[in-house]
């Protein structure tokens, strides 16, 4: 469903013209515009100091916008405290009650809302089942694991119903691995409650992992809003090419320019064309972005982007093959290959031919540009 499609009732959360001052003077939050929908899982990625973080804080009611209108449903948030907002939090610290169990750390937020007895046990019993933790109802906190943990705070803000629940950065503490379970679990978990969901965080790839959308923020401001997807393979501008995914850049000036594509040209006078998503002018200072996976090694038919170049290393990872090779103008790229028994890899020091076609490779303006 389309921005433009969206009805009323479509529509859970919205931003409108929200600003966010700490000091008076410096907006961490400048002119965001944002809908959330019923149902989805959104993340807000960026960098540290983003303003992605601040925006959970003020959905929340942590925080308040120094202008602008939040809406929960409808509802104009601007003087309801953060308990009357029908909302369930997830932090990184998961905030357990070390004193407590798991299932009456989980029971006590239908205890604050005077749920009857039967209703609790009921509840809490339903959501451990479905966090998977049936077995741990009567531990307390310290005698779990950081993914259990995890997941008692989990069940803890899903419990009670809530129309939204917001987490940030909830699986931060956890090691790769099992972060990386949390992840599927939370997806798995997600896709069985069908709650709304706006997570932050600022690992891309766990934002392109659970997402059913993704907001990349910078500066205070939205820079791109969409699917993964959509994100990885059509960046709007250089700043979320760069920060989403890994990427070859090779900064140049446009010399020519026609329809959708372009030429650059670098100092060292090295030439590629590639795709604008933007329009850009002749004579604009430009970067070029070619994902590592879209650099073959070897000929393609009917490329333009064709350049000789050097092994000068080549890491074997199991399922594929990094290597960094450089062109006979002076830049630097890298390559990934997937692992094939039937490919043979060069070896460094080799010769070998630098592809990719036209459509893999993006043409932004620099930013001082803009």
């Known amino acids: 469903m389309t921005r433009a499609h969206l009805g009323k009732s ?7 013209g929200v600003n966010k001052s700490y ?17 989805e899982f959104l993340s807000l990625l960026g960098a540290s100091g983003s303003g992605k973080t601040t925006t959970l804080m003020m959905l929340a009611g942590f925080e308040r916008p120094t202008s602008g209108k939040i809406e929960l449903a409808g ?3 601007d003087n309801v405290p953060p308990w009357q907002r029908d909302i369930g939090i997830v932090f990184q610290s998961y905030a357990l009650f070390p004193h407590m169990t798991v299932f009456q750390n989980i029971a006590f937020p239908l205890k604050q809302r005077r749920r009857p007895a039967g209703e609790i046990i009921e509840r809490v019993n339903g959501i451990l089942s479905l966090v998977k933790l049936e077995q741990m109802a009567d531990r307390l906190p310290a005698q779990l694991s950081g993914g259990q943990q995890q997941r008692v705070a989990l069940a803890r803000a899903l419990v009670f119903d809530p129309q939204l629940v917001l987490m940030d950065e909830p699986l931060g503490a956890l090691d790769k691995r099992l972060r990386e379970h949390m992840q599927l679990e939370l997806k798995r978990i997600h896709d069985r409650v069908g709650v709304t969901i706006v997570y932050v965080t600022h690992d891309q790839n766990e934002a392109l992992a659970m997402s059913d959308r993704v907001a990349v923020f910078a500066h205070g401001r939205i820079r791109q809003l969409a699917a ?20 070859n850049r090779i900064d140049g000036t446009v010399i020519e320019a026609s329809g959708q594509h372009c030429r650059i040209r670098s100092e060292s006078g090295f030439v590629a064309r590639a795709l604008m998503p933007n329009p850009l002018a002749v004579g604009t200072r430009a970067i070029l972005t070619l994902r590592p996976e879209r650099l073959m090694i070897g000929d393609l038919p009917d490329c333009e982007n064709r350049h000789s170049a ?20 002076g830049e630097s790229l890298t390559a990934k290959i997937s692992n094939d028994a039937r490919l043979q890899l ?17 043409a932004f303006a620099l930013e001082g540009n803009r």
């Open 10 to 16: 479509d529509v859970l959360v919205r931003f409108t």
């Open 346 to 362: 060069p070896a460094v020091g080799e010769t070998v031919t630098a592809s990719w076609r036209n459509e893999d490779c993006r």
């Open 310 to 329: 050097t092994v000068s290393s080549l890491v074997y990872l199991g399922d594929h093959a990094r290597l960094d090779i450089a062109l006979t103008s």
């Open 75 to 77: 509802r104009p948030l």
């Open 228 to 247: 993964p997807s959509e994100l990885y393979e059509r960046p709007t501008d250089a700043l979320v090419a760069d920060f989403v995914g890994e990427n």
């Open 23 to 39: 000091d008076g003077e410096t907006l961490v939050v400048r002119d965001l515009d944002l809908e959330v929908r019923r149902g």
